[in-house]
């Protein structure tokens, strides 16, 4: 059972371009969720999404990010005009279906790490 | 702030001593995470302890939780070269299935 799966690893994009960054889930998981990471500090909770829903989108900003969790294929975290303020290490993690109540961990990927040129 | 705190920010130990980090927080919880972090690589679970369990083990890990104080300790026992790492505390709120992290613990085991 493959873990987490981030892609790019290492992304190098100019001012002003757009980023991608990929993530596959665990199999069997439905629950995304998107962390960031900037240098020396700890990581800060961006977004969370089941599928072709965002749940809680209280960590994003308001401009320029965007993420989804198509019904098929990977959940997409968006940048666009990405400025050096965006370098830093992006994290995603799933976690299994929830019953109500319950809360379960997160399984994190290997992280993409975007830097702004 | 909700964000947990760890506590010392930077500790070193030779191999073979114990290795003790706290983490305190604000609010009201429904579960605490211990992740590590190696440099430059993702995060590993360690531990999930819920807010009526007081102690759990695995391996050479130990956490407590004491939410009247609202802090929590990882204790690594008989450390080694590679429990060198960043240790990051995250607690879950009820109601939220965000994890908040605090700003981490840099272990270095010495030879």
């Known amino acids: 059972n493959a873990g987490v799966m981030q892609n790019p690893r290492h992304l190098v994009r100019r001012r002003g371009q757009e980023a991608r960054l990929r993530c596959s889930p665990m199999k069997g998981h439905s629950h995304v969720y998107w962390y960031r990471q900037l240098p020396e500090e700890g990581l800060k909770f961006m977004v969370y999404l089941q599928k072709e829903n965002i749940i809680d989108e209280s960590g994003m900003p308001k401009e320029r990010f965007s993420a989804e969790f198509p019904k098929e294929g990977p959940s997409i975290l968006r940048i666009q005009q990405v400025v050096r303020g965006d370098s830093a290490a992006y994290f995603c993690?799933?976690?299994?279906?929830?019953?109500?109540?319950?809360?379960?961990?997160?399984?994190f990927g290997p992280g993409t790490r975007l830097t702004v040129l | 702030s909700q964000q947990g705190e760890e506590d010392p920010q930077a500790l070193s130990i030779q191999e073979g001593e114990n290795a003790t980090m706290n983490c305190s927080y604000k609010t009201s919880i429904n579960n605490l995470q211990w992740y590590r972090q190696n440099s430059g690589r993702g995060l590993v679970h360690l531990i999930l302890?819920?807010?009526?369990?007081r102690e759990k083990h695995s391996g050479r890990l130990r956490v407590t939780l004491d939410t009247s104080k609202k802090s929590s300790s990882l204790l690594i026992t008989a450390s080694r070269a590679a429990d060198t790492a960043s240790y990051f505390c995250a607690i879950m709120n009820t109601g939220f299935q965000k994890l908040v992290f605090g700003t981490g613990t840099r272990l270095l085991v010495s030879p």
């Open positions: 302890i819920r807010s009526n369990e």
């Open positions: 993690a799933s976690s299994p279906l929830s019953l109500r109540g319950t809360y379960n961990e997160q399984f």
